[in-house]
């Protein structure tokens, strides 16, 4: 992952008070701006291996393949005062790409869920979702919930997902979700297509993955795995595995 040296630096407090009246474009506009100027914690920078593997009915071959995972949901500002930050598919596409990412499938929450060292219980909020303070008193609380334990977190967050539904005619500007784990692993929310893309609220998080995977010892960029019938399985669980990017606006 090549993470720009960090310019016009805000913290993530700093953020949420510039931000408190923001729609969503002027947010997201805001969020890519500072990611792609660096302004990422330094912990984010460190990607987490996670293993995944499958084995072939037919020949019994074993595919084993590591992915590397961002350790938290996309988040700015500085080592001591960051926040996590809630953003369109479009917006988190820009960052994916400038930092040669690719966005989770359905399966691939569940693996870093399964992964994680860190599992809050999920906290539902239910008055002005899509406010920008909604956002960060949903950052504070699970701050509230980590107490400062370190490592790959989830279960805390709705992910943006990339998904074969989206290919679907009707669906071409829709936003897919899923997750939110709750202790015993079952996801609060099942595979979602149902808003259009620009509906962001507190419980969606963004979730970056190196777009390169090492299988079976050899790096292989994700859609070439997405595109072979066989290994698309390590990565994804649904019958069509052919959505592999939104739109970059």
Not at 76 to 90: C, F, M
Request: hydrophobic share 40%.
């Amino acid at each position: 992952m090549n993470f720009p040296g960090a310019r016009q630096i805000i913290t993530g407090s700093e953020f949420y008070r510039i931000a408190a009246a923001m729609n969503w474009a002027a947010r997201d506009s805001l969020v890519v701006q500072q990611a792609l100027n660096g302004n990422i914690p330094s912990f984010y920078r460190h990607f987490v291996p996670v293993p995944v593997s499958i084995q072939d009915t037919l020949s019994g071959k074993k595919y084993n393949a590591v992915i590397y995972v961002a350790p938290d949901y996309l988040c700015i500002g500085t080592e001591k005062d960051w926040a996590r930050v809630n953003i369109t598919p479009y917006a988190a596409q820009r960052i994916a790409d400038s930092l040669h990412c690719f966005l989770p499938t359905r399966k691939l929450v569940d693996v870093i869920y399964s992964a994680a060292r860190v599992r809050p219980a999920p906290v539902p909020l239910f008055a002005y979702r899509d406010s920008t303070p909604t956002m960060w008193q949903h950052h504070l609380i699970i701050e509230g919930q980590r107490r400062g334990r370190k490592g790959l977190i989830a279960g805390i967050k709705k992910d943006v997902v990339l998904s074969g539904k989206l290919n679907d005619a009707n669906k071409t500007d829709r936003v897919a979700i899923y997750g939110w784990h709750k202790p015993d692993g079952v996801p609060i929310q099942p595979l979602y297509t149902g808003h259009v893309y620009w509906w962001v609220d507190y419980s969606q998080g963004i979730r970056l993955i190196y777009r390169k995977i090492k299988v079976n010892g050899q790096w292989m960029e994700y859609t070439d795995i997405l595109s072979n019938p066989l290994l698309r399985r390590l990565i994804c669980d649904e019958s069509d595995c052919n959505y592999t990017r939104y739109p970059v606006l």
